[in-house]
């Protein structure tokens, strides 16, 4: 099992460039997630999805785009990249809660150090 | 929504004291209270959590205590060593006791000096 994979890991983007994160999974995860790190902020969720063909907004998902079209992906769209959006961002994926698997344990992947110039 | 209050930001130990680092939640319908630690550079990685009908758990060296009625809940490590170094983050979960719905706290850069 790979777990998490993120890809890229550093990307440099000027100021209204879009990209997208990549994020896969390969331990049949039906929760998949968003997380943007900053210093002294912690783990803000951008956005989340439960199933594929499922998502939904976290905490801070102004200026980011998801889809779900399969378990195993959920990719992070920046349409028009802004200086506040420089970060670290983690993609983590778990069991669901209400199946028996569930321990609650988040697998995160190792994240992408994004600069937006 | 939830919101997790983590104290301190900073802690700084003696190589072989204890550390104690504490975090208050606000939505009494939260069940589940994990802890993660992440070393500079990499991943946070889960190293131990509690759910609401237990009051204290324990895993070799770091332990974890909740007070539902305070809304609070630690995480106690003994005898630290210098891999004990790293930012931990408290993160808590309304009305399941999943991964999904965690808010996380702040985060504290623990320092333990030699």
């Known amino acids: 099992n790979a777990g998490v994979t993120q890809t890229p890991k550093f990307q440099v983007l000027k100021t209204g460039q879009s990209m997208t994160l990549q994020c896969a999974q390969d331990m049949n995860h039906e929760y998949m997630s968003w997380y943007r790190q900053d210093p002294g902020m912690g783990l803000r969720l951008i956005h989340y999805s439960v199933g594929a063909g499922i998502t939904d907004q976290g905490e801070v998902p102004n200026g980011y785009n998801v889809s779900r079209s399969t378990t195993e992906d959920f990719p992070l769209r920046l349409l028009s990249a802004a200086p506040s959006q420089t970060s670290v961002y983690f993609c983590?994926?778990?069991?669901?809660?209400?199946?028996?698997?569930?321990?609650?344990?988040?697998?995160f992947g190792e994240g992408s150090r994004l600069t937006v110039l | 929504g939830e919101n997790v209050e983590q104290h301190p930001s900073t802690l700084s130990v003696q190589e072989g004291d204890s550390a104690v680092i504490k975090c208050t939640y606000s939505d009494s319908a939260s069940n589940y209270f994990p802890w993660y630690k992440q070393e500079l550079g990499k991943r946070p990685q889960l190293i131990i959590d509690?759910?609401?009908?237990?009051g204290e758990k324990k895993d070799q060296r770091i332990a974890v205590t909740l007070n539902k009625t305070a809304k609070h809940f630690s995480l106690h490590i003994t005898e630290t060593q210098p891999e004990d170094s790293a930012v931990y983050f408290c993160a808590a979960s309304i009305g399941g006791g999943g991964a999904d719905g965690l808010t996380f706290g702040k985060g504290t850069h623990l320092i333990i000096q030699p």
């Open positions: 983590a994926s778990s069991y669901l809660k209400q199946g028996a698997r569930s321990t609650g344990e988040l697998f």
């Open positions: 509690i759910r609401s009908n237990v």
